[in-house]
């Protein structure tokens, strides 16, 4: 295979996930593609890629369960859109909008034993089975701890007092496990040492929180049809991202008040949400989210060093640095 | 180990079982234990128990892996219990009416990735790499035909003139599929080779069919207290069973019109249920649907011949007896 770059990676998963997912008759084929097609950034399979390329091995033959980061990363995204009642996604109707709730799981359940069929997949291309084991392991692990995310996330949900650690253990969760694990499926199918895949595993962790609170400050500095989903959607569901904590603990007690109130108003009202732009913008809180972002998006980068130099490093260098900027 | 029996396997896993899942603070925790404690039948890991076994393994490291069978299929249910609007499930609350959509959508999610990092656990317990991911692959692939299965179901609700052989086919897909990769899970783990693991899987395969028609027969043979879930939730949710198949294409064009209407009911009426029953019972349709679980019962049996005599072959070759009597 030639030198990866991140775009020959994206273009090289997308070709292979349209083969895997063609046009058939069958509804829940529909459905599942509708979910997944046209495809997103794709960022944690490209990760799986690079990492396995980083660490000396053949990403050719980790196409399939790089696939699986993304096919997992996408039930999350359907069922989170059931649980969070978010009609909107990617620009367009999300899948319980479009298909209705009962479609939704089923597709969503569907991806996730399909992602694991797809790192068994791995063996076929002549992967050694202690590496696919290892795989398969990490990718149930990240699972697990997505759903505890989601479970603690709900039980956070409109509380603002709680502080910024449990938001860092939600983003840890939600969506550092899946980072984490895009790079121990590469690295193991790569065939690093145990070494290696732990600081690949700790980069990926670090990115993904990093990741978590750039993706909260959208709201605050895209227009909503930029993202490509509801900006109000957190706080219809009482969620306390970053910049709200930070602008409650620096509020006086009727400005907490105030925003406690507008995450707990539930509709989502254009005042609510024009309050708590105002709270955030009136204080530091924008300014110190970027700052945390980079505090994790260099404590990821530092993990890198175990790494040779190659293509792939560099790839791997360069995403906590876009995954944080200000402007993408 | 000692020689296991259907019963000290069934003690063994609930034991295993809950040392697994303590109670612990966590509320997920809470949830995924009130799926799957107290447990019920467990009748897909104790046949992963006696594949291994029956195939010369030791079944003890096989336990997680063999738990692993019972989490997707609870989790499958508690989905289910929310697709099919089911309020009661074993005799009490299903998940979604005592914990609400949200709740049991993530703890169905965590039983599917906790049921992978159980079969991998199994890699610690000293079995070789190529069995584990065997096992893992089985389990994907039957997970993407219960998927299947389910949306299958869903697309065939209401309508009754299909015939039997869809029927048969979501019957596969929805059981025979989870029995189907219980028997290769244990197998591949149990280290037996490509043939036998071929036969326990159609063994698997058979014995599922013949106890999914069984089992939708209890509506016509038991009483609601005694099978612990509603008796109409297939009529609400349009689901023709065998029997109704039968009963319809035995009956006049005016019957199959009442049978019909009964089915589109929705809420299930006393009069649509009775209507339902009066018919079954006016034709042969029972009658067929047992001779039916038995002939898949009798060639789930036929394919054991591939294994040698032992404790645990006589308990495989019971299963198909108990599983498809009038009464157990």
């Not at 770059?5 to 273009?11: K, L, P, V, Y």
């Not at 076929?124 to 795989?135: E, I």
Request: contains cysteine; charged residues 20%; negative net charge.
């Amino acid at each position: 295979m030639e030198t990866l770059t991140a775009s020959s990676s994206w273009q090289l998963l997308h070709q292979e996930m349209q083969r895997r997912w063609p046009v058939t008759p069958d509804e829940l084929d529909a459905i599942v593609r509708y979910a997944l097609l046209p495809a997103g950034k794709m960022i944690r399979p490209i990760m799986t890629l690079h990492c396995a390329a980083a660490v000396g091995g053949d990403p050719e033959p980790v196409l399939p369960a790089a696939l699986a980061l993304e096919y997992v990363h996408v039930a999350t995204l359907v069922h989170d859109d059931i649980i969070d009642n978010d009609d909107v996604r990617r620009g367009r109707a999300s899948v319980p909008a479009a298909y209705g709730v009962p479609n939704a799981i089923i597709a969503g359940d569907q991806l996730i034993f399909d992602a694991f069929a797809a790192i068994t997949g791995s063996q076929h291309a002549g992967l050694p089975a202690g590496g696919v084991v290892a795989a398969v392991s990490a990718l149930a692990e990240a699972g697990a701890a997505l759903c505890r995310g989601q479970s603690l996330e709900s039980r956070l949900a409109g509380d603002l007092s709680v502080g910024v650690e449990p938001y860092l253990e939600v983003a840890r969760l939600k969506t550092g496990a899946l980072f984490r694990a895009a790079c121990q499926v590469g690295a193991a199918l790569g065939g690093a040492d145990p070494a290696t895949i732990g600081a690949l595993a700790d980069y990926g962790e670090q990115l993904g929180i990093a990741f978590q609170i750039r993706d909260d400050l959208l709201s605050y500095t895209e227009q909503p049809d930029l993202i490509g989903k509801s900006t109000t959607s957190d706080l219809s569901n009482g969620r306390a991202t970053l910049p709200v904590l930070l602008a409650w603990a620096a509020s006086s007690p009727d400005g907490r008040t105030a925003l406690t109130g507008a995450l707990r108003d539930g509709a989502a009202s254009q005042a609510a949400v024009t309050l708590v732009a105002d709270a955030v913008r009136a204080t530091t809180a924008l300014e110190r989210s970027y700052a945390l972002a980079d505090e994790y998006a260099g404590r990821a980068h530092r993990q890198l060093a175990v790494l040779a130099p190659s293509a792939s490093t560099d790839v791997l260098a360069a995403v906590p640095g876009w995954a944080t900027a200000r402007r993408w």
